[in-house]
């Protein structure tokens, strides 16, 4: 894992400026190296230690397999192709096929696998600048040569060209004045990591779990024998309330939490930047992840999404960069080719997030029906 640098130095310049230290950010970094100088800050104390996303699909896989950290993955992740539906005492449904019936796809499964697992295995592929962490962009300006980046230990940073994966609450997409429209359905879910000890028959499946016709509760397999709940409820969310909900969804079967490492909560948003790449200029400020689209988690699609804007605007970069052959304009428009590219998808998978998260509460043959027509989505085919 690479050192966290906090001093600062008055003012520096950088072929590329990443902001966020989330998998997005982190993998922007990766592929950048081949640029030659870039810096890499993160306002967070360090890299995240708990929680957060933990499903990574087929297509993510192999971007993980490029830059050389899945088989390092694979071991301490839970392999999962089946999605179940368990009501009534008993198991109802489970489907794998839209799973085992890809095709020319080296991974027919989901890695369940924690976040913090997936950067501390990206920093791990920081060979030539380290994260520094603990460091705020406080402003950013854009000329038609580069951007201008200040943070809040005094330091100033020109470079070439900025991504800004600084998450759902995006300074930089704020101080771009950058519109992120969308909605928020009433929905709020309670999340557990815990370890459990029950008689309930354990696999490595998703399953749902149906209670007087809605399903408000998901288990998901995770590493180290541990199990991720997602559980919809209303009024005050407590970890008690969330706890109770499991036990009743799991009944006649006993549930004991021996231990649970990270309880939260979130309310569903379904918003979309009004455009990926900043408006003036050139574009050279480029948002991704969160920063750029957010949704319900029911289809594990955030992290995923975020995996794949990295890629896709890292090459632009590049090319943008080092290209002699590009012709008058035409490192602008590749870049806002990336808006045209990445925004349609982000629409698209916050349009199967929302139908996902909304027929939750159907019966299981109709949220089964769902997951089925939206297959192609949720294994990144």
Known sequence: MGEYFHGPDSSEEFDLTVIGGGPTGLLSAVLAEQLGRYIHVDAKPGPLELGRADALNARTQQYLEIVGILDGLLPKGIKCNTSSTFAEGDFKSRQSHWWTSLEHCLHRNFLMIGQPEVETALLGRLFMAPVRYGEKVVSISETESGVSVTTDLGRTVRSKYAVAADGARSTIRHALDI????????????????FIDTDFPVCSEIITFQLNGQARVSWIPRERGMARFYVLLEGEITQEKAENSIREHLAPHRVDFVKTEWFSTFD????????????????RIILAGDAAHVHSVNGGQGLNTGIADAFALTWRVATAITSKSLVPGGASRLIRSYDTERRKVAQEVIDVAARLVRDTIRTAKEYVATIEKNAGYITGK
Not at 179 to 194: H, I, Q, R
Request: glycine share 12%.
């Open 268 to 283: 569903v948003k379904e918003r979309i930047a009004d455009t990926f790449v900043s408006k003036q200029g050139a574009g």
């Open 179 to 194: 519109g992120f429209t969308g909605t928020k359905p009433e929905m709020v879910w309670a999340v557990l990591d815990t």
